[in-house]
């Protein structure tokens, strides 16, 4: 679709590009990575037809359409939502509007009249247009892509104006989504989704007729969607076929080859420099002199990347705190008529790590803010536990940074003696480098303050965290140092976060916010997705329930004796509250100490050391399964669809080498081809190359095919008959 050739670019004395050749091909599916300032908008940028490059080409297949959806700057106004994205159909809408202008010029037509024949004519091939190009389909295509965004239907016929810049971004995606150009450019397309909409994003990317190009610092979201990976970087594209998780390893291998080979070039540059300076003025000497200057000014230097240290470091530690860290009970919050959270009864102990999920404006932030203290509960109570120390980082954190000071000294200000040593180390992972650490406060980007907020509150002990959105304008290396920080964090932990892999790592439980409510789901999201779409769908699906171990009173310190009680009993109450109980309570625990949870307290089993199951567990959880319970079905349909998704793309390669051979052979078989010597032996040498690669593909997808068939059936084994089912 898209040949770049010989491109450059520079500004300044700054090269993006130089003399790079590159290309897109139908339904590829490519990721632009690269560090912050490489190029990877500019390219964008270029391709969209928005800026031009000082050298080269940049040639398109005849018909191509693009569409182009930057990181942000795009506001509507003067339209409702659905209005404004009906504009993706401009010419559909055309078409449909002169349908009805020549519908009422037929209606006033007689049989006599001579213009009868031609706007029946007009009529029929109009009608047919529309029909083709799918005009009967726009309200439906609108309907679905805008509710797959997250507006409502009240959203729909809300002025756009109306709506802040993330909204206002999900417009343009809309637009940009409906009117299916041929090849997507999207800078950032999942920058202002919530976890919802990026799910729906990537399964709408997965059936799109057309390319796509993006940039993205979301990694689920690159893994999910992406087939090929193009680094930008030292002035270069180069290209890694497979999703981010395979770039990332070939890339430090493609790294440490790229680094070994520079050192060995390296030390022959030094061992030739070294002999031309010490013989220079030797008279003997003078040819070999001559002869390795020569071999120096041919030698073309390979360019390394700066090596980025790998930052690690851990959070100050914090006095212990008792079982239960924070509780919440009957907690009701409403805005004048909107009722935020209805009656939410919740109980986090110590060493919980619990995600908050739910659309935008659900009430995720709402509820974090009261479980921080911030805010206070319309209704209810909200309880801190024994020597509990919270730390708190909301969205809008960067507005409590001193706008007079440097960040080094707003990181001092807020830092203990003991981790002074640390502060350059943390500021460097967080992409505060060099003498930026000397920038005031008030000349930082929104995302530079954001960054600077998270940075300075990993200086300070806690041992209860509640983190809002801490990954919004993280670069992925970034993300990977606070995402190692965390996971190393001895303490309980709360977050908000639309990043689908920080989510998968860190999340031991998960809690719904929508509606006035707020269950709790036992396992990470992987688990919260089965279990909902098991309810979605009207089965009765048990939810694991693991009582919690005896502890002796004193590993809990002088914990409060009625919260304390309370906890075996809490644990049996999630999978009622996960399923959403009667009367729509979200509860975790109650205050007091109920038969059944005394039962449940009887029955924890201490033969083996581990407490017993109240409920029966669910063998296809993805986290939760029992130890020695058989491989759940979930997981080996899972894997099978990714390897029989690898084994089309196997066979369409295969095929294209095929082909490549084929195309080689005709050419070499042509009259007179053997007469230019060069270029025969050119292609007997691209011919063998190309049988390899056909025999090198065709071996892998022999290898995965006995795979598929291998877990075929074992999946055969393992899934029960239709009769099973029905007796079950």
């Not at 090269?15 to 990877?40: C, M, Q």
């Not at 009367?583 to 029955?603: L, M, Q, V, W």
Request: hydrophobic content about 40%; cysteine-free.
């Amino acid at each position: 679709m898209i040949h770049v050739e010989n491109l450059s670019k520079r500004y300044g004395e700054r090269i993006l590009f130089e003399d790079v050749s590159w290309h897109v091909k139908k339904r590829d599916r490519i990721g632009l990575t690269g560090p912050n300032g490489a190029g990877k908008t500019t390219l964008l940028k270029m391709l969209a037809g928005l800026e031009e490059p000082d050298h080269g080409s940049i040639r398109m297949a005849t018909g191509t359409t693009i569409g182009y959806l930057p990181q942000d700057g795009i506001v509507h106004h003067g339209r409702t939502v659905r209005d404004e994205v009906l504009l993706a159909f401009e010419e559909l809408l055309a078409l449909k509007e002169e349908q009805h202008r020549l519908e009422e010029s037929l209606a006033g037509a007689s049989e006599e009249d001579a213009d009868l024949a031609r706007l029946l004519e007009r009529y029929a091939d109009v009608t047919d247009r529309f029909k083709e190009r799918g005009g009967y389909e726009i309200d439906a295509r609108v309907a679905a892509v805008l509710k797959g965004l997250g507006f409502s239907l009240a959203d729909q016929e809300r002025n756009t104006e109306e709506f802040s810049g993330g909204w206002q971004m999900r417009i343009a995606l809309a637009k940009l989504l409906l009117a299916r150009p041929n090849l997507l450019l999207m800078d950032e397309p999942t920058n202002h989704l919530d976890l919802p909409a990026r799910n729906w994003l990537e399964e709408y990317l997965g059936d799109y007729p057309g390319s796509v190009v993006l940039v993205s610092h979301d990694r689920f979201f690159l893994d999910s969607t992406i087939k090929r990976i193009t680094e930008v970087g030292l002035k270069t594209l180069t290209d890694y076929h497979g999703n981010y998780s395979k770039y990332v390893v070939e890339h430090q291998g493609r790294m440490e080859r790229l680094r070994a080979a520079w050192k060995r070039q390296t030390d022959e540059i030094e061992k030739a420099e070294v002999f031309i300076n010490r013989f220079r003025y030797t008279a003997t000497k003078a040819r070999q002199v001559q002869s390795r200057i020569k071999m120096l000014d041919k030698v073309e230097r390979i360019e390394i990347p700066p090596e980025r240290k790998k930052i690690r470091f851990r959070f100050p530690e914090a006095p212990r705190p008792g079982r239960v860290v924070l509780e919440a009970k009957g907690v009701r919050r409403a805005y004048d008529d909107n009722v935020v959270l209805r009656h939410v009864d919740l109980l986090i102990e110590r060493g919980d790590r619990i995600a908050l999920v739910g659309p935008n404006g659900a009430g995720k932030t709402t509820l974090m803010r009261i479980l921080a203290g911030v805010d206070g509960p319309s209704e209810g109570i909200r309880r801190e536990g024994h020597r509990v120390v919270l730390d708190y980082f909301a969205q809008d954190q960067a507005a409590e940074l001193n706008p007079t000071r440097t960040v080094y000294e707003e990181m001092t200000a807020s830092s203990p003696t003991t981790m002074v040593p640390m502060i350059r180390t943390i500021l460097g992972g967080f992409l505060f480098e060099g003498d930026d650490v000397y920038k005031k406060v008030a000349v930082l980007s929104g995302g530079e303050r954001n960054r600077l907020a998270l940075a300075s509150m990993l200086l300070r002990p806690s041992n209860v965290l509640l983190l809002d959105e801490p990954t919004n304008h993280l670069d992925l290396d970034s993300k990977d140092v606070l995402l190692e920080a965390l996971a190393e964090y001895k303490g309980t932990l709360i977050f908000v976060s639309h990043d689908r892999y920080f989510v998968d790592r860190l999340a031991e439980k998960v809690i719904e916010v929508g509606g006035g409510e707020a269950p709790l789901y036992p396992g990470g999201y992987e688990d919260f997705i089965y279990w909902k779409k098991r309810r979605e769908l009207g089965e009765d699906t048990p939810f694991p329930v693991t009582p919690l171990a005896a502890r002796s009173q004193e590993e809990d310190g002088v914990a409060s004796g009625a919260l304390a009680a309370t906890v075996a009993q809490a644990s049996a109450a999630s999978g009622a509250q996960a399923a959403g109980a009667a009367g729509g309570r979200s509860t975790a625990a109650s205050g007091k100490t109920s038969k059944r949870g005394k039962a449940a307290k009887r029955k924890t089993s201490r033969s083996n050391g581990q407490p017993a199951t109240s409920a029966p567990v669910d063998p296809m959880a993805p986290r939760l399964r029992q130890p020695g319970a058989q491989p759940e079905r979930q997981v080996l349909e899972r894997e099978l669809k990714r390897m029989r998704k690898r084994l089309s793309e196997l066979e369409t390669r295969v095929s294209e080498a095929e082909q490549a051979v084929k195309d080689t052979e005709a050419e070499m078989a042509s009259p007179g081809f053997y007469d230019d010597r060069a270029r025969a032996a050119e292609a007997a040498e691209k011919h063998q190359k190309l049988m390899w690669e056909a025999g090198d593909l065709m071996g892998q997808w022999e290898a995965l095919q006995a795979e598929v068939d291998e877990r075929a059936a074992r999946l055969a084994e393992i899934t029960p008959s239709p009769a099973a089912r029905g007796a079950r």
